[in-house]
């Protein structure tokens, strides 16, 4: 079985700091793939950011990064320079590759508030 | 327009009644999903999907039912609603074979309320 576990259940990060969301998984399986979304305060899940478990080099997005240490299990989400609409709650997710990631297995989330 | 939605937005029945929740997409995905959102809980995947004949059953799918009527729409019944199915719930669709990463695109979410 598959747990992801987000151990911040709120943050709260001054405007324009660095900011990072941790996550930690737990699986047997050797391919999968771990996934950030955000939610914002009008509930719509938004896509931000995937990481291979195979890949080499960490994911990166626009002001998004992917901190992945394989080794230690963590996955932690890396927002550069925080703006007052990054201000939302932060899912972490992971699933098997090989079975199409039909089962996304989440963790209960970090809210983010970012203070002007 | 939105390339998946979900109807109602908003819904508040009675103990013992009958509801579904509809849920379309214009993204030619074969897959979609049915999840739960409850305060402090995350998603919890209720039924899935990978095609029009195939149906599955997720992490918490007792008390639900689903039926996908054709590849574009994926509804979820509850036969008869309990209170503690009070949630936040939403329809996602993926196709991991158009070259990317399987990530799942979510509708807007539906706000049940059983009373």
């Known amino acids: 079985a598959q747990k992801i576990t987000q151990t911040q259940p709120g943050m709260f990060v001054q405007e324009k700091e660095a900011v990072t969301l941790d996550c930690t998984y737990d699986?047997?399986?050797?391919?999968?793939?771990l996934f950030w979304y955000k939610q914002p305060s009008s509930g719509e899940m938004i896509f931000l950011i995937y990481q291979g478990s195979y890949d080499e080099q960490n994911a990166t997005e626009g002001r998004y990064s992917l901190n992945f240490q394989k080794a230690r299990k963590s996955a932690n989400l890396v927002i550069s320079a925080s703006q007052l609409g990054d201000s939302a709650m932060y899912f972490c997710a992971m699933s098997r590759i090989n079975f199409g990631n039909e089962k996304l297995t989440f963790g209960t989330g970090t809210r983010l508030t970012i203070i002007p | 327009d939105a390339d998946v939605t979900q109807t109602p937005r908003n819904r508040i029945t009675k103990t013992g009644k009958r509801i579904m929740l509809e849920c379309s997409q214009t993204k030619g995905h074969d897959r979609m999903y049915w999840y739960r959102q409850d305060p402090g809980l995350g998603l919890r995947l209720i039924y899935y999907s990978f095609d029009v004949k195939d149906i599955n059953k997720g992490e918490i799918s007792d008390g639900y039912s689903v039926s996908r009527q054709a590849q574009a729409k994926f509804s979820l019944s509850l036969e008869s609603a309990i209170p503690n199915q009070t949630a936040l719930y939403f329809c996602?669709?993926?196709?991991?074979?158009?070259?990317?990463?399987?990530?799942?695109?979510f509708g807007p979410g539906t706000r049940l309320t059983v009373t």
């Open positions: 699986t047997s399986d050797q391919s999968y793939g």
């Open positions: 996602a669709t993926s196709d991991p074979d158009v070259g990317g990463v399987g990530e799942q695109y």
